[in-house]
Every structure is written in C-alpha cells, then in structure tokens.
C-alpha cells in the first residue's frame, strides 16, 4: 500500500529541510533540496512502518494550505 503524504521543504543558512506535517516528529535535513527531500522520504517510511507494527492509522490528507505570514519586527 502507498500511503501520499504532505511534505514541506525550506532552506536556512545551515543548508535544506524537510517534514512531513501528518507524522509528527518525522523530519529531515539535507545539503541540497534532493537530499533533504530523499532523507524525509526515508524517515516517512520508517515512521509508517513503526506506526502500522504497532495496530496506529496512518493519517490521511485532505487539504493543506501552505501560506506565508507577516509579522511586524
């Protein structure tokens, strides 16, 4: 079974990262997009199978709305 997951990627100045907003906890980092993205695959398949050995749901996405917000600073 594929599960189809959301994924957010940003960069900072120590190089990419990456999560997964269903899982909580699954995150993942990268020298290069790719990479940080290629991690946070490998982190969601492990987070799927733990959940599924222990009888827990996968959550399943219907929306997401990524936006930026301003704050004043």
Not at 19 to 40: I, K
């Amino acid at each position: 079974m594929q599960y189809h997951l959301s994924a957010i990627v940003g960069h900072d100045a120590d190089g990419y990262w990456a999560r997964c907003p269903e899982l909580q906890g699954c995150y993942a980092q990268g020298g290069t997009y790719e990479e940080a993205l290629s991690n946070l695959r490998e982190a969601a398949r492990l987070h799927v199978e733990d959940r599924l050995s222990c009888g827990e749901d996968i959550p399943r996405v219907e929306a997401i709305s990524l936006i930026t917000v301003e704050v004043p600073g």
